[in-house]
Structure formats: C-alpha cells, structure tokens
C-alpha cells in the first residue's frame, strides 16, 4: 500500500506543487539577488533561506520584523511580494 501512495504521489502533476510563476522577464532585467536581499534585511527581515524558484520568483524564508514567521515570493524584476504565508 505504501508503495501506491509514494507512486501515487511521485506521478502527481507538478503543478500542483508549483510555487507561483512569478515573471517570464529575461533574467538580464532581474534585481541583483544580493542586492535585493539587503533591501529585504533593511526592511527588517531575517533571511534564512534565499532561492530562485522554477516559477522564476526570488523565494525568502525566515521572519519579518515583528519576528513572524515568513515564505515570500517576489517578482524579482519588480520586487513586489506575489504570494505571502506568515505565521503568528
């Protein structure tokens, strides 16, 4: 049975685990990534965890500055949040 479910799971369409699809900009127009993430730390934020998504998004996990728990997609061309999920 267990075997169904990982198969189950592992044959289940990528998208719907897909972070959101941020931008389709060529990378060229993007903010630099170490740029934008010392914007972000002047706003407040921890930054844990830093990546690119395959949505092309700039993905942050760590806390905002009420120390709240955060996972935040920015556009990395605009640099405003396109998805937000904070924890109390």
Known sequence: MRKIVL?????A???AFAGPQ???ADKA??????KFQEQLKAQGYEIKKFKVTDGNCY???????DKRKVEIYFDPVSGKAVKEEIED
């Open 29 to 34: 127009q993007w903010q630099d990534q170490e």
């Open 59 to 65: 993905e942050i996990y760590g806390h905002d500055k």
């Open 7 to 11: 198969l189950t799971l592992a044959l």
């Open 13 to 15: 369409s990528p998208l």
């Open 22 to 24: 941020c931008t389709e």
